[in-house]
């Protein structure tokens, strides 16, 4: 009598490919930057960077914590060829306008800022872990309109937060040593014993000459969203499309 063989199947779990809750999994509450390819910088052109914190931090506007960042600031103000030309402290996150040779200079630059930063706040606050788990975001300024509201969105976000109110000028910014202003903050509003971050000067013509063919800012000037502007630059384009489509008439 012949023997017959049969074969044994067995199921293999396949890893890896596009699947529901694969991949990495955000370090705070919301996912931060993801990991694309930052878009090209020419030299002439500025940078306005944001950095956040890790959820459940205490805020950096407030007694050691700001001197720590004022003092980081200072040190990493023109280093590894990035300057950092303005800059505003907020409770959990940090803005940046900064001028740079190329993207490695960022990069470079970026970490000489952060990286001793984070190990002064851990040291403050006696704690250990991430103090910046996500990268930073940054933005291409390359057009003057772009300059300005970049300036207007670094120096008077504590406005956009409510944490400053309309009539000052925020001081946990570099908005004290601005020189753009229309009309000078009066000396009452500025402590005498004001400690300020030591900026590097503009050196690009975008950010000492151009922004200000727009005018000068005012002191009560509110910066736009960025979503917003982005919402409006969205339907200015799908009108566009609209018209060169040949598509009925809007209503």
Known sequence: MR???HQLEFEFRQ???????????????????PHRQRPKKKRNESLLITVRLADGLPSLRRGGALKVALAALSASSNRHGMRIIHYSIQKNHLHFLVEAEDRES?????????????????????????VFPERYHDEVISTPTQARNALRYVLQNGKKHGVVSP?????????????????????????????VAT????????????WRRHGLLDIHELP????????????????????????????
Not at 16 to 32: C, H, I, Q, W
Not at 174 to 195: C, K, Q, Y
């Open 3 to 5: 023997r017959t063989n």
């Open 106 to 130: 960022v990069a470079r630059g970026m970490n000489a800022l952060l990286s001793p930063l984070a190990r002064a706040l851990n040291k403050l606050w006696c704690r250990k872990g991430k």
């Open 167 to 195: 009539a000052s000028i925020d001081l946990c910014s570099s908005a004290p040593v601005f020189d753009g202003w229309r009309e000078r903050p009066s000396i009452a509003s500025i402590p005498a014993a004001l400690v």
């Open 199 to 210: 900026v590097a000067p503009a050196s690009t013509w975008l950010l000492t000459t151009g």
């Open 224 to 251: 736009r969203s960025k979503h917003a502007a982005r919402t409006r630059a969205n339907l200015a384009q799908s009108l566009r499309q609209a018209k060169l489509g040949g598509g009925g008439s809007m209503t």
């Open 15 to 33: 890893h890896g490919g596009k699947r529901k809750g694969a991949g990495r999994k955000p370090k705070n509450v919301e996912a931060g930057m």
